[in-house]
């Protein structure tokens, strides 16, 4: 009698909540992402990283704020300003990362301490305790109050927050980035930029949940898909870097139609408006310039210029 009840029961629980499980399959990067207490968020489960970067006619527009989207009073490279940015809209982190003296790992772009902190010295020649004494600089020489953060603590409080985009300044040592990011089961919150197909097959030797960035243009395409098709990973383990110049509508299907999401970048001088510099573009053009590249087909921008971008997201889904 009592297991009869049981199952009975079992089996309203099913009939119960399958309609809402059904209704809210994870099929789009738009179902990870959440925005709460004023902060977006991009929550990946475990194993689910390449659902995220699976392209479909659904596919929201994102942002890869470039070294963690700096802006005045929030450096690059910093966890505050990621959570500065993450106010502003759903994005992907672009970080750099560097190796010390000591061998640990900090994020920052140069090689030199001098631009980025109120310190000096070459990165790989001073030791993690040191750099930690520094203090920040924003982009305008503004003193701040943070410090350089290592990537362990950067890959600790990136869990259910983003993914980072790890930009490695040294493939000498892909292998002890990859150690880190497992001994920490981080895999989930990574995007790892790769240099060729030879390091992304490294990468994914080691650690196959990490999520390879590949680059392609319209010049390589075939090329780079005929290397993928002869390593170890399939395409669902890639997204795709076209360039620093919008692509066309046509190269953008061409990617989407293999289930692949683009992330272009959005730097330096742009064929749209004859050269010119991004940074010497007024806000309507480069409200033009970023528009176009949502227009033609691309999913991702990444840009020094978030906030701009993140009005235009917000707005459309208003």
Same mark, same amino acid.
């Given at each position: 009698?009592?297991?009869?009840?049981?199952?009975?029961?079992?089996?309203?629980?099913?009939?119960?909540?399958?309609?809402?499980? #059904?209704?809210?399959?994870? $099929?789009?990067?738009?179902?990870?992402? $959440?925005?709460?207490?004023?902060?977006? $968020?991009?929550?990946?489960?475990?194993? !689910?990283?390449?659902?995220?970067?699976?392209?479909?006619?659904?596919?929201?527009?994102?942002? &890869?704020?470039?070294?963690?989207?700096?802006?005045?009073?929030?450096?690059?490279?910093?966890?505050?300003?990621? *959570?500065?940015?993450?106010?502003?809209?759903?994005?992907?982190?672009?970080?750099?990362?560097?190796?010390?003296?000591?061998? &640990?790992?900090?994020?920052?772009?140069?090689?030199?301490? &001098?631009?980025?902190?109120?310190?000096? %010295?070459?990165?790989?020649?001073?030791?993690?305790?040191?750099?930690?004494?520094?203090?920040?600089?924003?982009? !305008?020489?503004?003193?701040?109050?943070?410090?350089?953060?290592?990537? *362990?603590?950067? #890959? +600790?409080?990136?869990?259910?927050?983003?993914?980072?985009?790890?930009?490695?300044? @040294?493939?000498?040592?892909?292998?002890?980035?990859? *150690?880190?990011?497992?001994?920490?089961?981080?895999?989930?919150?990574?995007?790892?930029?790769?240099?060729?197909?030879? !390091?992304?097959?490294?990468?994914?030797?080691?650690?196959?949940?990490?999520?390879? %960035?590949?680059?392609?243009?319209?010049?390589?395409?075939?090329?780079? #898909?005929? *290397?993928?098709?002869?390593?170890?990973?399939?395409?669902?383990?890639?997204?795709?870097?076209?360039?620093?110049?919008? !692509? @066309?509508?046509?190269?953008?299907?061409? +990617?989407?139609?293999?289930?692949?999401?683009?992330?272009?970048?959005?730097?330096?001088?742009?064929?749209?408006?004859?050269?010119? $510099?991004?940074?010497?573009?007024?806000?309507?053009?480069?409200?033009? #310039?970023?528009?176009?590249?949502?227009?033609?087909?691309?999913?991702?921008?990444?840009?020094?210029?978030?906030?701009?971008?993140?009005?235009?997201?917000? @707005?459309?889904?208003?």
């Amino acid at each position: 009698m009592k297991k009869s009840i049981l199952i009975i029961a079992s089996i309203f629980l099913i009939v119960a909540f399958l309609p809402s499980v #059904l209704a809210h399959p994870i $099929s789009s990067a738009s179902d990870f992402i $959440s925005f709460e207490d004023g902060t977006y $968020s991009i929550e990946i489960p475990d194993g !689910q990283i390449d659902k995220f970067f699976h392209w479909n006619a659904n596919y929201p527009k994102l942002i &890869s704020a470039h070294r963690g989207g700096f802006t005045t009073g929030f450096p690059e490279n910093a966890i505050a300003t990621f *959570e500065n940015t993450l106010t502003t809209a759903p994005a992907l982190l672009e970080v750099d990362v560097r190796r010390t003296a000591d061998g &640990s790992w900090i994020l920052m772009h140069d090689e030199d301490l &001098s631009r980025t902190t109120n310190g000096k %010295g070459i990165v790989k020649q001073t030791n993690l305790a040191t750099i930690k004494t520094f203090l920040l600089k924003d982009n !305008q020489g503004n003193l701040t109050p943070y410090h350089v953060p290592n990537l *362990e603590e950067t #890959l +600790l409080w990136a869990n259910g927050r983003t993914i980072l985009e790890l930009d490695l300044k @040294s493939d000498d040592y892909t292998d002890e980035v990859v *150690e880190i990011i497992s001994q920490l089961d981080a895999g989930d919150r990574v995007r790892f930029i790769t240099d060729n197909i030879e !390091q992304a097959t490294k990468i994914y030797n080691l650690n196959p949940e990490i999520h390879l %960035g590949i680059s392609i243009s319209a010049d390589n395409l075939n090329a780079v #898909l005929a *290397e993928v098709a002869a390593a170890p990973f399939t395409l669902r383990k890639i997204s795709v870097f076209t360039g620093t110049q919008p !692509q @066309s509508a046509d190269f953008y299907q061409k +990617l989407h139609a293999r289930g692949l999401v683009t992330i272009q970048g959005v730097f330096g001088e742009q064929n749209l408006f004859e050269n010119t $510099s991004i940074d010497e573009l007024n806000e309507k053009q480069r409200k033009t #310039l970023f528009d176009s590249v949502f227009d033609r087909g691309g999913d991702v921008i990444a840009s020094d210029y978030y906030q701009q971008i993140a009005d235009i997201i917000v @707005s459309d889904n208003r």
